[in-house]
């Protein structure tokens, strides 16, 4: 029976410290509600997973929410750099951070097998690369059928898979439309997957080749309209590429950083009033 | 034509060479420029591949990001990500994709990681993303980048994609390699032999003193160097409008949602 809950109840119950996350969502319906719960619930020692930290895991290690990173791109998209996560990388601030790198391909076909339940994955890639030197996790294997040496990584399994969604019924099944990145594999490879959505409907039509996550691999539906600001929901809400610009200059300063967060995600008790809390006063 | 700037003759020189109905894997910023422009003027036919999962996307305005809702919207279909990388690029379906670098060496190797040494970097950059496995399968790479010594460097702090490195041949790579490097003075294209990057092609304009004080390395040159055309006005006035909706687009406030 997937469970439904407020997200800060389904973080209590599910996320503890230490566990390996993984908060899916390519450019688009990244859960940027989830890990502001995660911050404000002040989880430690969290091994992040994410293809593209992006601004919420920049926002989790600026705030030493992790240990250590799995990934395969560190940039803010289409503006230059993540400062914390650099800060982390380059100074150990405000901790250390572990990192286990990938590329894209790689991370594809970890988390793919992580889906299957297979115990790692297998690419024709990491060629040309210097790479597997600094990660010892990526090995390879020769094929035996053919002789080829392949590259094989380990599968990706997060204790939680947090995605954001448009739309849950209420029995649970979730129905994601738009850029669905690697979300159905990193669901299916998660021990629980908890899921934010923008609406929850009595049922949903059926889905004749869309990606439908089906109730019974979603642990955890919450109701979390706005869920994925400043990314985006396709059909709900445009990416906020502003506000991405206006983070390069909140996180480029640590103690801009900090003030930042203590008002807008410790200062406030759920997503909605982070909300409210970034619109422009009306007099 | 005169009055146009470096970008834009890059972004024209990088556009010409797509030809209609080849499949490309894009990048943001100038090769999304070049594959648009192409797109729009001489090429109607390119497919334009993003790893955000858009296949033969007709975007209106250029993206911000790898993933704006304009390249889902205006695509033929949208696939999961794992399938890009395995199913298109791995199995051979890319005919040339576009890298960048923070840094390039003279056989085209990239790097996008680290500078410094990996486990205490003076700088932190993003990382390898898609490079790798495009720099390995796409059956061209066109590396665009503009050169200065800081970053056409003699040797790599760290190789996150290869080029015509010693091996290529017997390491499973399924493409080509580098076939161009477009820099904002004139086009580098590996030698037949070596793949080392030799200068190909001049801009108008600029002599060949000014692209060797570009490289950090001796730069090899081509025996016929070409000067290739300058912008038409046709071209800068299909990536000026592109460049002016875009601009216009990414103007419009973004409402928080409620």
Known sequence: MTDFLPLSGAIAKHVADGASIALEGFTHLIPFAAGHELIR?????????????????????????????????GGNPGVGSLHRLRDAVEHGWPRPLELDEHSHAGMAAAYRAGAAQLPFGVLRGYIGTDLPAENTRIQSVNCPYTGEQLATVPAINPDVTILHAQRADRRGNVAIEGIVGAQREAGLAAKLLMVTVEEIVDELPPAMNSVLLPHF????VSHCPGGAWPSYAQGRYARDNDFYQRWDEIARDRARFSAWMARHVLGTTDHRGFLDSLRPVVA | MSGYSRDEMMTVAAARMLWDDCVTFVGIGLPSA????????????????????????????????????????TAACVVPLPEIFSDYLQAGRVDVGFLGAAQIDRHGNLNSTVIGPYSRPRTRLPGAGGATEIAAHAKQVFIVMKASPRSFVAALDFRTSGGHFAGRAASGARGGGPSVVVTDVGILKPQAASGELALAVLYPGIPVEEARAAVGWPLALRPEIEVIAPPTAAELEALRALEARTAAAHRQPVRLPT
């Open chain 2, 34 to 73: 070049a594959c648009n422009l192409a797109r729009l003027t001489h090429a109607p036919g390119l497919v334009l591949i993003y790893e955000s999962g858009t296949i033969n996307t007709r975007p209106t305005v250029l993206p911000l990001s790898i993933g704006d809702g304009e390249l889902a919207e």
């Open chain 1, 217 to 220: 691999v979603v642990g955890c």
């Open chain 1, 41 to 73: 619930q002040r989880r430690r020692e969290l091994h992040l997973i994410r293809m593209t930290p992006d601004l919420i895991y920049d926002q989790l290690i600026g705030m030493g929410a992790a240990r250590r990173l799995t990934f395969s791109w």
